[in-house]
């Protein structure tokens, strides 16, 4: 391994966060765009490195300063970590490539160079969760991704995203804040705050109640981050309201990374160690998914605002993800890992399209985007494709990891067929909402203005990559459930 | 009662903390929801600071001029360091937005803003 291979954990987070002091010193806006894209990408082929290497040595460890790692902070990327960054890097990368029309239409010119430099702090600190062991690193990282996504979500141009990115911040406080009390009791009763170190101490007062207190805080501090129902009141007016391109980036990662922690925690920390924290996880989080799964969509089959829409049904696919993963077994977790990479690509494709849309469109409620179609036939086409993908229609992305989650859901026991009825149920409910969309963009009639035509073609090309590579990992989908499958052993404690 | 005693720290940590909680929910003034917020944040940091103290321990500077055995830990400190300057920035983006509140809708109250919106 050549020297500068062994630093790349650590240039993962650090290229990223110390490109954005950069940006904001080159003023011109299409430079800062360039100059972003450009360590987004370089950030993305890091992460595609680091796939390379963790597929081929199961895990790549980092001392920061040469500490060892009780002592000094480590950093450690595994399947499971390596399978988000991809997530992460990819659908940064990719946004940024296509969206400088729809961002430069959003936001004033002399705002631009430091909304670039947010997006690359809030892109430092996602990856900066994914590769540390420390869990007060995490919350930092945590802290700094939150903060970078309160700004360039609060770019957007309408006054009501204001109301919007407040009640974000407070939740998210809320939520970081009751992980900080978890770590700080976890750390009064341990000692070391290092995950596998904190693995190994805890068993010795695990029955001990600070300990459960403290699973308590992070798991609801978490949950309340990763918008899982009822804690998601802050998710659909943060999606609705940012500027376009944002709600592609936030939508695809943003509630995944809070999922990550959670799942490594509760999987990785507490399931081995306290009694029946297993049955008390899956009582908490199983109910939560099924109710999360039928409202959300329930409530998206009769919204009328279409980013709001696809925000509600991301509140439903947040539910089959903590569905799979409170079944607690490896195919569970595995449908659960699936399923954050399947639909980080499904929902980024979808948003993509709208932001296409948004080009040429300045309302987007479903009765303003009547007979769009006919002027803008591509983007439609692409929304269609990766509607299929959300519905979960055999050779899409979708399909893969829903297969694989009722196979989970089938093995688990009695319940299990009523579980595949809410899943299928589900699916139908997807299907009216996406329904509703094409409907009203190829049969009906527009009764605002008419769009001017079709979108500005790097904006078009991302979203058709987004929907091609729905279908690539449809078809082709050893990557993402070789990871997905090896970090669910991980997880459940089969491999170190 | 004496273990509650003893551990009265803890109790000025909870009642700060659900004072703080309790503001941030009920409160519909956004300026009073941060205050709230930040009392919150600053109960947790009690939390951090008090847990490193050690009885009849000292600041840890090694010496060969004095003969001290027991020393306070004194990683709680540095880590609540960081937890206090996100503190700080969560307060002042938060200010920044109510700024930018006030401008757009002319009010900070909630219940005004959602009328407004429901407009």
Redesign the interface.
């Known amino acids: 391994m050549s020297a500068w291979q062994a630093h790349l954990p650590v240039l993962q987070v650090i290229v990223p966060m110390l490109t954005a002091p950069l940006i904001i010193l080159l003023r011109d806006r299409r430079l800062c765009w360039a100059a972003t894209t450009l360590a987004s990408l370089c950030s993305l082929a890091i992460a595609v490195a680091l796939c390379i290497e963790v597929v081929s040595s199961h895990r790549v460890g980092y001392e920061m300063g040469s500490w060892p790692a009780p002592w000094g902070i480590e950093l450690g990327v595994d399947a499971f970590s390596a399978l988000l960054l991809l997530v992460v890097n990819g659908a940064s990368a990719l946004v940024l490539t296509g969206a400088f029309s729809s961002l430069d239409r959003d936001i004033d010119n002399e705002r631009q160079p430091l909304f670039y430099a947010a997006w690359l702090l809030a892109l430092a600190g996602l990856n900066g969760i994914l590769v540390t062991a420390d869990a007060f690193n995490i919350f930092v990282f945590m802290e700094i991704s939150a903060l970078a996504s309160y700004i360039i979500v609060s770019a957007g141009p309408d006054r009501r995203v204001l109301p919007a990115v407040f009640k974000y911040l407070i939740m998210g406080t809320v939520g970081a804040t009751f992980y900080l009390i978890g770590v700080g009791l976890i750390y009064l009763m341990t000692g070391t705050l290092n995950l596998a170190d904190i693995e190994l101490r805890i068993y010795e007062v695990a029955d001990q109640r600070p300990i459960m207190v403290a699973a308590g805080f992070i798991t609801i501090g978490l949950a309340l981050k990763a918008a899982v129902f009822p804690l998601h009141q802050w998710l659909p007016n943060a999606y609705t309201f940012a500027p376009n391109a944002v709600t592609v980036f936030l939508a695809a990662c943003a509630t995944k990374v809070s999922l990550y922690i959670l799942l490594r925690f509760n999987f990785y920390v507490f399931q081995p160690n306290l009694a029946d924290h297993d049955i008390q996880f899956a009582y908490f989080l199983l109910p939560l998914s099924l109710l999360g799964i039928l409202v959300a969509s329930t409530v998206a089959m009769f919204e009328p605002s279409l980013k709001r829409l696809l925000a509600w049904s991301s509140v439903a696919q947040i539910g089959y993800i903590t569905l799979g993963a409170s079944l607690i077994s490896i195919a569970g977790v595995t449908a659960s890992l699936l399923h954050m990479f399947n639909h980080a690509l499904a929902k980024a494709a979808l948003f993509l399209a709208v932001a296409c849309l948004g080009m040429s469109l300045r309302r987007l409620r479903l009765e303003d985007i009547g007979g769009v179609a006919k002027q803008m036939p591509w983007t439609m086409a692409a929304f269609v494709l990766a509607g299929l993908s959300l519905i979960g229609v055999p050779g899409t992305a979708g399909f893969v990891s829903k297969w694989y989650l009722i196979t989970a859901v089938l093995e688990s026991g009695a319940w299990g067929a009523a579980l595949v009825a809410v899943i299928v149920v589900s699916s139908l409910m997807a299907v009216v909402y996406i329904w509703r969309v094409v409907e009203a963009a190829y049969f009906g009639n527009s009764e605002g203005e008419a769009a001017i035509g079709e979108a500005p073609l790097p904006l078009l090309f991302a979203t058709w990559v987004a929907v091609a590579l729905n279908f690539y990992f449809g078809l082709e989908a050893s990557l993402p459930t070789g990871l997905a499958e090896t970090a669910a052993l991980i997880l459940m404690g089969h491999l170190p | 009662m004496m273990t509650i005693l003893e551990h009265y720290h803890y109790l000025v940590f909870a009642v700060i903390?659900m004072t703080g909680?309790y503001a941030?929910m009920a409160k519909l003034n956004?300026v009073k929801?941060l205050i709230g917020?930040s009392l919150?944040?600053a109960a947790?940091f009690l939390?951090?600071i008090s847990?490193g103290k050690v009885e009849g321990g000292t600041a840890p500077i090694f010496s060969d001029l004095i003969d001290v055995e027991l020393y306070s830990n004194p990683l709680?400190q540095v880590?609540i360091l960081?937890?206090i300057v996100?503190g700080i920035?969560?307060t002042a983006?938060?200010l920044g937005?109510?700024v930018?509140?006030k401008e757009?809708?002319g009010s900070i109250e909630?219940h005004e803003?959602?009328e407004l919106?429901r407009k």
């Open positions: 903390l909680f941030v956004l929801k917020l919150f944040q947790v939390l951090y847990m709680p880590l960081t937890a996100v920035s969560t983006l938060g937005i109510i930018r509140i757009a809708y909630e803003i959602q919106d």
